[in-house]
């Protein structure tokens, strides 16, 4: 209905400047603008799960022996499909450490893990959150490399001497 028709209508009506005034702006209103928040991914590391990421790895040719998927059940961390965590996560072997991956609760020992979230800013607050809570414990807790791509984070164990770990950054930075 058009304001023009709304006024003829209302004209006959002991209040019809207010129905005009009333009426008027809900033929005017536009739709409000599609939010950004929820954008889809934009480069194929962003759309990849932990498994992908892991054979991409392989492919470079980096000496991956085995590896273990983290589920519900096998997560020690207790964080996977969690809200703000990661949504999937595969931990490998190296064989340049020589630790076998405990298959019952896998984690970064023998080599690393993938871990993919959501969203890149998740993957990164994950990585700092890691990397703040080492230092702080100081030297006997150890250390990591980190790798981000997309909504992916790779650990790598820092019993692997720098230049093996940059292996895993030159193969991480090709990913997508």
Same mark, same amino acid.
């Given at each position: 209905m058009t304001i023009t028709a709304v006024a003829a209508l209302t004209a006959g009506c002991s209040s019809s400047a207010e129905e005009v005034t009333v009426a008027a702006p809900s033929t005017t209103v536009a739709a409000p603008a599609p939010s950004s928040t929820a954008a889809a991914p934009t480069t194929a590391a962003e759309s990849l799960d932990a498994a992908a990421v892991l054979a991409q790895l392989q492919s470079a040719g980096l000496p991956i022996t085995d590896s273990a998927a983290?589920?519900?059940? *096998?997560?020690? *961390? *207790?964080?996977?499909?969690?809200? $703000?965590?990661?949504?999937?996560?595969? #931990?490998? #072997?190296?064989?340049?450490?020589?630790?076998?991956?405990?298959?019952?609760?896998? $984690? *970064?020992?023998?080599? $690393?893990?993938i871990e993919v979230f959501t969203t890149a800013a998740e993957a990164q607050a994950r990585s700092d959150y890691i990397q703040k809570s080492l230092a702080s414990l100081g030297p006997a807790a150890g250390t990591e490399y980190h790798y981000l791509t997309g909504t992916a984070l790779v650990r790598v164990t820092g019993v692997l001497p720098p230049s093996a770990a940059a292996e895993y950054e030159t193969a991480v930075a090709s990913i997508g």
């Open positions: 983290v589920t519900e059940t *096998n997560d020690s *961390n *207790n964080l996977i499909g969690r809200p $703000g965590q990661y949504v999937s996560k595969v #931990a490998f #072997a190296d064989s340049r450490v020589g630790q076998p991956i405990d298959q019952a609760a896998p $984690g *970064n020992e023998a080599g $690393g893990s």
